[in-house]
């Protein structure tokens, strides 16, 4: 049995994931990111982060970056995840043609931690952009797995060009600040900029202007001046998340710990200084590891949502 597929062990207990935790960065008040999106369920929803739909458009906005569809994004070549010593994973359905998520072209964003859908699928986010692992680019090459990419201006700005051969694989670039402020802790004005500077940077680079907001450890996302900020900056829904990978575990905000259809799924660019002497592709390939033990494909997130009609 590989290392990436072996089971969980006592070094994954209560303890050393809060330690673990620690080591990857997004967090606020010393816990992890899935516990942080806990206190903040999406608006309008229960406790257990629900989904919230914006109101209907008449047509979703075409795609800035075309992504595969029919037959599954990961559904590589067994050699392909060989080379990682993966397991491939179940292929992905192709993209529902009726999105279950909706967002409006004006009016107060939706918070949303999962989508709702029946397919066995999850989404796979991966923020910030510290780490700039060529292997990386190399592995979503090979594997074909969709990732959805929240970056922080001042973290990326240094090298911009490195996710830009992620988009090229039809990866989708989104907001997450201009230097990871935590966004309840500062007045409406600064929350602005964080958005809207971050905004103006990741479109002209990127080509497109995202579409998505993450705030930093998920904190501040269902206050009326976060909302207003981000309508104010152009994104038009804020993703918080179920799950936050650590090192060789995920934290789970559910009680049995299991995955469920639509989740989403934090992970972040980090590296071995980080990652107590993981790469980003070892961390990455023991977070696919844990999906395909639960028998879960992943999706494409911008798959399942509908932008707004132009």
């Known amino acids: 049995m590989n290392r990436h597929a ?114 066995k699928v999850v989404f796979v986010t991966i923020d910030d952009g510290a780490e700039k692992d060529p292997k990386f680019v190399e592995m979503l090459t090979d594997l074909k797995v969709p990732v959805s990419m929240f970056l922080t201006r001042d973290i990326v700005k240094d090298d911009y060009g490195y996710f830009k051969r992620l988009q090229a694989l039809g990866n989708h670039v989104h907001n997450h600040t201009v230097d990871h402020a935590q966004m309840s802790k500062v007045p409406p004005e600064k929350q602005k900029s964080e958005i809207c500077d971050a905004q103006a940077a990741l479109t002209q680079q990127y080509g497109t202007p995202p579409l998505l907001f993450r705030p930093p450890y998920g904190d501040g996302a269902n206050t009326p001046a976060l909302n207003t900020s981000v309508q104010q900056c152009g994104p038009r829904a804020v993703v918080l998340w179920r799950e936050s990978m650590q090192i060789h575990d995920m934290q789970y905000q559910a009680a049995d710990k299991k995955l469920r259809p639509g989740d989403i799924v934090l992970a972040h660019f980090r590296g071995p200084k980080d990652l107590k002497g993981e790469t980003m592709t070892q961390m990455f390939g023991e977070l696919l590891a844990r999906i395909q033990e639960q028998g879960f494909a992943v999706a494409r997130l911008e798959d399942y949502i509908e932008a707004p009609a132009a």
């Open 6 to 119: 072996r089971s969980r062990t006592t070094v994954y207990a209560a303890g050393a994931l809060a330690l673990l935790a620690a080591a990857t960065g997004c967090t606020s008040d010393g816990g992890s990111g899935a516990a942080s999106a806990a206190l903040v369920p999406a608006s309008g929803s229960p406790a257990s982060g629900s989904p919230v739909t914006a109101a209907p458009s008449r047509s979703a906005a075409p795609s800035p970056t075309a992504s595969p569809t029919g037959g599954g994004p990961a559904a590589g070549d067994a050699a392909a995840w060989a080379k990682w010593q993966l397991t491939p994973l179940p292929p992905a359905p192709p993209a529902p043609a009726d999105k279950p998520v909706k967002l409006a072209r004006t009016g107060p964003v939706p918070v949303f931690s999962e989508v709702k859908t029946s397919d």
